[in-house]
């Protein structure tokens, strides 16, 4: 039975850290939440938060499309994509968004100079409607119809 779908799952990889435990874990369940929302239910459509050493230890999951929240410092996962990432969004030198693709795949990094920031990447993802655009482009939206193919 198939439990992650490489085309459809999207992993979301916190630093397995104290710190990023306590700071970053809840950032990816509430993210989670609102890529879950977004897949109206469908099985592959939704969200899977992992550590970055469960990440980095399992590494055909690397196909998968990958928001990584908390910088090159506090995650593996990020400090293996982050530098081969475009910044989409720099605020105030305190927030970034790092969006594209590695691999063909597409990769996210959402971090800050300190648990602020990283929070404020979050929301910023979601808010600019970058979510959305990413969730389209993996789940396909269907023109004039509204719902994902």
């Not at 990440?55 to 400090?79: D, S």
């Not at 293996?80 to 910044?87: C, Y």
């Not at 927030?95 to 693709?101: A, L, N, P, Y």
Request: glycine share 12%.
């Amino acid at each position: 039975m198939k439990l992650i779908d490489t085309d459809e799952a999207i992993l979301i990889v916190t630093g397995g850290g104290i710190a990023a435990e306590e700071r970053d874990r809840p950032l990816a369940y509430w993210l989670k939440s609102e890529i879950d929302r977004r897949g109206a239910g469908h099985q592959f459509r939704r969200a899977v938060v992992v550590s970055d050493g469960w990440y980095a230890e399992n590494r055909v999951f690397h196909l998968n499309p990958a928001v990584m929240i908390g910088g090159p410092g506090v995650n593996v996962g990020a400090r293996e994509v982050a530098g081969r990432l475009p910044v989409v969004i720099a605020e105030g030198e305190q927030s970034f968004v790092q969006s594209g693709d590695v691999n063909e795949v597409p990769k996210v990094c959402l971090w800050g100079i300190d648990a602020a920031g990283t929070a404020r990447a979050v929301r910023l993802f979601v808010e600019r409607d970058m979510l959305s655009g990413l969730l389209d482009r993996i789940w396909r939206l269907r023109p004039n119809v509204g719902e994902y193919a």
